[in-house]
């Protein structure tokens, strides 16, 4: 029953645009050896954060440029300013229609005035804590539909009407 709410959770076909930090990270289970990109056995994330506004992730199966680029054409509007870190994927976003600007995090860059990736470092950072303290560990099967809880969470954050209505009103609009 778990599963079934949080499918309803959906995005719903979101267009982010002006400033949208993009990001990916990596979840699963602690190993030794390397961490971040290229670890064995977690499962990446990738998101794109409309600053203040709301947030779309997708888990994915790598965090090559063919899977990052498209992520982003569906999700923010042509023209946007995104602002990513160095990662090398990022680098053909003015090619393919938006304004690119990048920290250096491995050059302990992490701001430079309206140029950072806070704001989506935060909601990976309550994503983790709230999957690491909740449910433990979470399958990568079964990750989307975690992901995308917490997403509507995110984006429910604010606002008169009460999470739950906002929940209800969405599970209207599937049904038909």
Known sequence: MAHQIRKSMNNGGKTLKGIVEADETYIGGKRSGKRGRGAEGKTPVI????RGGSVVAK????VRQSTIIPHINQTVEKGSRVITDEFHAYKILPRVGYSHEAVNHAG???VRGLVHTNSIEGFWSQLKRSVHGTFHHVSRKHLQKYVDEFC???NHRSGDTAMFTNFLFQLKKASY
Do not use: P
Not at 47 to 50: A, D, I, K, T, Y
């Open 47 to 50: 998101g794109v954060l409309e």
């Open 59 to 62: 888990a994915a199966v790598d």
């Open 108 to 110: 302990k860059e992490y």
């Open 152 to 154: 509507f969470r995110y």
